[in-house]
């Protein structure tokens, strides 16, 4: 009895349902099948282990088709992790003492980006955000110094995050992008000069650039960029979704005018 069972379910498992995944729920119920069956003898464990070899042999396609839904299984987790750690971590994200704020203060909704100075997607992202900044007074974005390509990348954040001290609202955005127009790589000597053209008082803001704060926020956004899951950037936050990679303005705006309708990226109906 317990062998032609095990072999109609090996049978069944056949199917393109995913005959690796339905292994696995096998092996998972093995000790509640032992108790209501006896055990299998030598002769047919080698039937049944026969009868599935043969099995993913003449249908090598169902572990792919498991692999697939593997795949897809750890990616809506992985999602639903990120959401979580989004929800969270609100506050933090979007802290002005570790952030900078352009566009609206008091917007209606908000596009949070973590971005380095050094990434060339990034620099590509960035014509969206100012695109979306000029054609939506109630949109809040927030901007995360997340330097991850490098020591380059860390000078440079270390002048920004200064910077705000004497540049602010358009004056700020205005200095952001030139440090991302930049062709090349970027570093704290550049990124002094460009500041220095945008008014700011160098030696005041290279005292800035030392001071713990600085320091502190740079720290709290790579340590939180790493609480949330990010690999790379730029990477996007509206509502509790994680959008990564310069997706372009249309996508970002679809998604923010969703949050606006129904507080989600995706709404129903």
Request: with cysteine; net charge neutral.
């Amino acid at each position: 009895m317990a062998l032609r069972t095990l072999i109609g379910m090996a049978r069944a498992w056949a199917r393109p349902a995913g005959l690796v995944l339905a292994l696995g729920l096998a092996t998972a119920a093995a000790p509640a099948f032992a108790q209501q069956n006896p055990p299998l003898s030598p002769e047919q464990r080698k039937a049944v282990m026969d009868l599935i070899r043969e099995t993913i042999v003449q249908n090598p396609e169902i572990i792919q088709d498991a692999l697939i839904e593997l795949e897809r299984r750890n990616t809506v987790a992985q999602a639903e992790a990120q959401r979580g750690a989004v929800a969270a971590e609100k506050a933090r994200i979007t802290n002005p003492a570790t952030s900078i704020i352009i566009g609206n203060p008091e917007g209606d909704v908000t596009l949070v980006e973590f971005m380095d100075y050094n990434c060339g997607f990034c620099k590509r992202a960035m014509e969206d955000v100012t695109a979306l900044t000029k054609a939506d007074p109630k949109l809040r974005v927030v901007l995360k110094d997340f330097p991850i390509l490098g020591p380059d990348s860390v000078e440079a954040s270390r002048v920004a995050v200064a910077a705000k001290t004497q540049l602010q609202g358009q004056k700020y955005f205005d200095f952001h992008n030139k440090l991302m127009a930049v062709k090349g790589r970027i570093n704290g000597a550049k990124a002094l000069e460009i500041a220095k053209e945008a008014g700011a008082d160098v030696e005041k803001l290279k005292k800035e650039m030392e001071a713990p704060a600085t320091k502190a926020a740079i720290e709290d956004t790579v340590a939180l960029g790493d609480k949330l899951g990010l690999t790379g950037t730029p990477a996007f936050i509206i509502g509790e979704e994680i959008v990564f990679g310069a997706v372009g303005q249309a996508a970002l705006k679809q998604k923010l005018d969703s949050v606006r309708r129904c507080g989600k990226t995706e709404c129903a109906g």
